[in-house]
């Protein structure tokens, strides 16, 4: 999970693994690691989900969390213009390091769309080269299970 | 020559081997568990089976191990609720050792000033955002 501070990353993976949400902002602080295991038709698939903290910019604090990533969800919250530009950062980043690794674009807060401030300025781009874009809730759950199994049928493949 | 230590320098460093509550895995080239030792239960990894699957029963090292780098350090991991370790990863001698030692004490302070630090940025924004 990567994305600027306060996105909803931690809050996405707590209603996807333990179905809980909570009002109250708590940071990250270096890395949270949880497992969930998604069945796929006849097949499981075991998500080992690291919730990297989010920095001020679009730099990743530590990078050796990205050893071994298979492939990342990159979060930004539309309320807050600029977790656009650092998701952006954020992505070319991984590229230069790691390569052209799949990812899905989570377009977290859906449930305050009214205060979404998001220009196309920039989103296109990253919708263009993502897996697939949800936009997600991590206070009502809309979208939540759906991306995450539509990064693990992926995974899968 | 080993350098003798004098009692309470010795009962300190002790002390501060024991505070940091210090665990290891022993893993082989086929990422089964091959021995494990020291304050396992403090990470909730005291029901480890010797002979299986390692990532398995620890999923933090699914894709870690297949790093192959002689040495890894992974800062501030939050395995258990409000609990924080460092996670290094060394290769020798043909297996994985993996040493865990607890930095909680440390790591929640430093998530309460970085708590305050963005919450003040958050809300310097959302006022930049009204205003």
């Known amino acids: 999970m990567l994305g600027t501070f306060a996105v909803g990353k931690t809050s996405l993976v707590r209603q996807y693994v333990d179905s809980i949400f909570s009002e109250q902002y708590q940071t990250t602080l270096g890395v949270k690691i949880d497992k969930k295991v998604v069945t796929l038709r006849d097949n499981s698939v075991s998500l080992v989900i690291w919730d990297v903290q989010g920095d001020e910019g679009g730099e990743i604090a530590l990078p050796v969390y990205l050893k071994g990533m298979a492939a990342y969800i990159l979060v930004l919250d539309p309320t807050r213009a600029h977790t656009l530009q650092h998701a952006s950062q954020m992505q070319k980043l991984i590229e230069q390091k790691h390569g052209a690794l799949d990812y899905v674009l989570a377009i977290n807060k859906a449930d305050l769309r009214e205060q979404w401030v998001l220009t196309s300025d920039g989103l296109e781009t990253l919708k263009s080269g993502a897996l697939a874009t949800f936009e997600t809730s991590a206070k009502t759950g809309q979208n939540v299970e759906q991306m995450f199994v539509s990064l693990a049928t992926r995974l899968q493949q | ?131």
Do not use: C
């Open chain 2, 1 to 131: 020559m080993t350098p003798v230590l004098p009692t309470p320098v010795l009962a300190f460093v002790e002390g501060l081997s024991s505070a940091n509550s210090p665990a290891y895995l022993q893993v082989n080239a086929r990422h089964n568990l091959v021995s494990l030792g020291g304050a396992l239960a403090r990470y909730s990894l005291d029901t480890l089976t010797i002979g299986d699957s390692v990532t398995q029963q620890f999923p933090m090292l699914e894709g870690v191990l297949e790093q192959n780098q002689q040495q890894l350090h992974f800062e501030r991991v939050q395995l258990l609720r409000a609990q924080y370790a460092s996670v290094d990863v060394f290769v020798a001698d043909g297996s994985v050792w993996v040493l865990l030692t607890d930095t909680t004490m440390r790591s929640q302070m430093e998530q309460q000033v970085q708590q305050r630090r963005l919450g003040r940025t958050f809300r310097r924004q959302d006022l930049g955002l009204k205003n």
